[in-house]
């Protein structure tokens, strides 16, 4: 019997209360959460290089055509 009763004082708080803060699902919530974040950064990185790549890309052909504008 000594097993299950509590050997703190009336005033003090269990280590693992029977109520608990979160629900079960917060932890997949918040995983699912990170999981959104990740791609959506993932394709931001992607936009961003492809963006450079496009930039890069019309920097050249705009000196190309300067030169040949003369000819």
């Not at 693992?16 to 079960?24: G, K």
Request: charged share 15%.
């Amino acid at each position: 019997m000594t097993m299950l009763m509590h050997t703190r004082g009336p005033l003090e708080r269990a280590f693992y209360p029977s109520t608990r803060r979160d629900t079960a699902g917060a932890d997949a919530a918040r995983a699912h959460l990170s999981m959104i974040k990740r791609f959506c950064m993932s394709a931001l990185t992607v936009l961003a290089a492809g963006c450079a790549i496009a930039a890069i890309i019309a920097l050249k052909a705009a000196m190309f055509l300067w030169v040949f504008r003369y000819y």
